[in-house]
């Protein structure tokens, strides 16, 4: 079994982000960065799936240099392989350039199952894993919970609002992870000596035998960044006791927010 | 290029989800001011009755792709038949739900289309013609304006973020014809837990936190039965095993923005915060003063949340029957 992972290296999720100078992208010079979550359930899921079928697991990633460290993870997780795609016009895409880059990536590769993340918790874009799927011609279920496969065939758990649906799809075939999927294994340390002896190449976009001019107008640009409106709030409830407090926030709530 | 715009519904068995009338209103708003028309398209297996009502919120034309094949959500079968409408209609702009089925959906129709898409967006604005869209990013810490270009702009819309306004279309209906052709995807079985409201569409969300100390989820169970709320949990809880991952709220769950965000036993990490912080109230009640999630309430109890909530549910329910 040829088993492909995306992943993104992303700010770790404890950490506080701040707004750069131009206005539309982060600073990032005091972030932990991190393999996105959802990658980390697809890197393990891959690792199961080649425990009990064999075959390999090659890490696909497009990142700067840094993003090195990430795939080194996967990598001493127990991943056989990883390719880096280090552009500059390959960083500058947006969830779309992303897909296509990824799926020139993974067309020169064999594959009979890709895992994603089912979003990259920085962007959130929920696009690049189905988007892969559709430029690479074979079927995607996001938000996966759990899988088995069989024959050529995997049956996978797909959530949704209120419960799950259960989908056969033929492989080869993408799916994209779900928290509850998988605990992801920690890195051993004889891993981490392994994984720096474990193959990483890394790839521009002309590699891929793609023009970086066709990366230059994302269909999609950040125009502004801005902080949520903060929240002032803070109003403390006091009250002899809980029923009393109890009370005044139900009256609160009814006469002065009107949301009960 | 039409300046049109072409709303996909959603249903949950014999009625529309609500997101649904947010982005009928929003698409007839957006239409408005292209000076174009609202279409809705709406898919299903014995749905042309149910596609008829999305006429009183604002559609001009309905088209029913009413088909065995389409009884179920499968990516492959609802992207074939809407990318055939795209290409039929040519809408300046498609819009759609951020619900389970509306993100896939649109995802792939991105890279099949070749089309710019904004998914879980709060708020949207025309510049130009063009849409400009406002979304989160970082598990909700940044709010970013996105500019759209190109032809069709896709977008889906996060549940309870935009206003629903009745105003009445023309709501003719047209039947589409549906060649499913030969899906690979093979629907098997759904389980539903019945009557189970999705945290991520509910008015109004009861969360519990560590605080709860157990599995035992029974008070907040019952403030949220009175409220008709729908129970969430933050990442601790779910972690320790009491409540199901769909439960989650947070940066790595769901991102839910009820009009009632009632927090039991959290303390807010920041995670927890990022996936809530755009409820419209919020109301916590911790032991511990000093817990963040103070900081992000508009109302705050200290006490024991095993005293406090069962005497709220006791308030909302003398006040349900005053």
Not at chain 1, 54 to 78: F, H
Not at chain 1, 87 to 116: C, E, F, S
Not at chain 1, 187 to 214: F, I, N, Q, R, Y
Not at chain 2, 53 to 81: F, H, M, N, S
Request: glycine share 10%; net charge negative.
């Amino acid at each position: 079994m040829e088993i492909i992972v995306l992943l993104k290296q992303v700010p770790a999720t404890d950490s506080l982000v701040a707004i750069a100078d131009d206005g539309v992208s982060i600073k990032t010079d005091d972030l932990n960065w991190v393999i996105n979550p959802y990658d980390e359930f697809a890197v393990e899921e891959a690792l199961r799936i080649r425990e009990a079928q064999g075959g390999t697991v090659t890490i696909v990633t497009i990142g700067p240099d840094k993003a090195v460290e990430a795939i080194r993870t996967a990598l001493a997780m127990g991943a056989d392989k990883g390719v880096l795609i280090n552009d500059p016009a390959a960083l500058a895409a947006d969830g779309l350039g992303a897909a296509r880059i990824l799926a020139a990536a993974v067309g020169q590769l064999p594959y009979d199952l890709i895992i994603a993340g089912q979003r990259a918790v920085d962007d959130e874009n929920f696009q690049v894993g189905p988007a892969v799927a559709e430029l690479l011609n074979i079927p995607s279920i996001t938000l996966v919970i759990q899988e088995e496969i069989n024959d050529g065939t995997i049956r996978c758990h797909r959530t949704v609002e209120g419960g799950t649906v259960v989908l056969e799809s033929p492989l080869p075939m993408l799916f994209t992870t779900q928290r509850g999927l998988n605990e992801p294994r920690y890195a051993s340390l004889p891993g981490v000596m392994k994984a720096k002896k474990k193959p990483l190449d890394t790839k521009t976009l002309a590699d891929l035998g793609l023009d970086a001019g066709d990366f230059s107008q994302p269909l999609v640009r950040i125009q502004a960044m801005r902080l949520p409106p903060e929240r002032t709030g803070g109003r403390i409830i006091d009250g002899d006791d809980a029923a009393a407090k109890a009370a005044e926030l139900v009256r609160l709530l009814h006469e002065e927010a009107k949301v009960i | 290029m039409s300046q049109n715009v072409l709303a996909i519904t959603e249903q949950a068995g014999d009625h529309f989800r609500k997101v649904t009338y947010e982005i009928l209103s929003e698409g007839k708003r957006l239409a408005a001011a292209l000076g174009g028309s609202l279409t809705a398209l709406v898919l299903g297996s014995g749905i042309t009755e149910l596609a008829a009502g999305a006429g009183e919120y604002g559609a001009d034309r309905i088209l029913a792709a009413d088909d065995d094949t389409l009884a179920e959500y499968t990516t492959e079968a609802y992207a074939g038949v809407c990318a055939g409408v795209i290409d039929s209609e040519s809408p300046a702009i498609v819009i759609t739900g951020a619900s389970t089925q509306g993100k896939d959906l649109m995802a792939r129709l991105s890279a099949r289309l070749n089309a710019a898409l904004a998914t879980d967006c709060v708020a949207l604005a025309l510049e130009d013609g063009q849409l400009m869209a406002s979304r989160y990013m970082y598990g909700g810490k940044i709010l970013a304006d996105v500019r759209l270009s190109g032809s069709p702009q896709l977008v889906t819309i996060r549940p309870n973020a935009m206003a629903v306004e009745k105003t009445a279309g023309e709501g003719k209906l047209e039947t589409v014809a549906v060649d499913a052709g030969e899906p690979r995807i093979r629907f098997i079985e759904k389980k539903m837990e019945t009557g189970k409201v999705d945290i991520t569409e509910a008015d109004i969300v009861v969360s519990g936190g560590r605080g709860m100390g157990g599995p035992d989820f029974s008070v907040v169970e019952a403030l949220a039965a009175e409220l008709e709320a729908a129970v969430g949990a933050s990442r601790s809880a779910v972690d320790e095993g009491w409540r199901p991952f769909s439960d989650q709220v947070g940066q790595t769950g769901k991102v839910v923005s009820p009009s009632l965000y009632v927090a039991c036993g959290i303390s807010g990490a920041i995670q927890h915060l990022a996936g809530m912080s755009s409820s419209k109230v919020i109301v916590a009640v911790n032991k511990d003063a000093e817990a963040p999630i103070f900081a992000k309430a508009d109302y705050g109890i200290v006490g024991d949340l095993f005293e406090v909530v069962p005497r709220i549910t006791e308030e909302v329910k003398k006040l349900k029957n005053s």
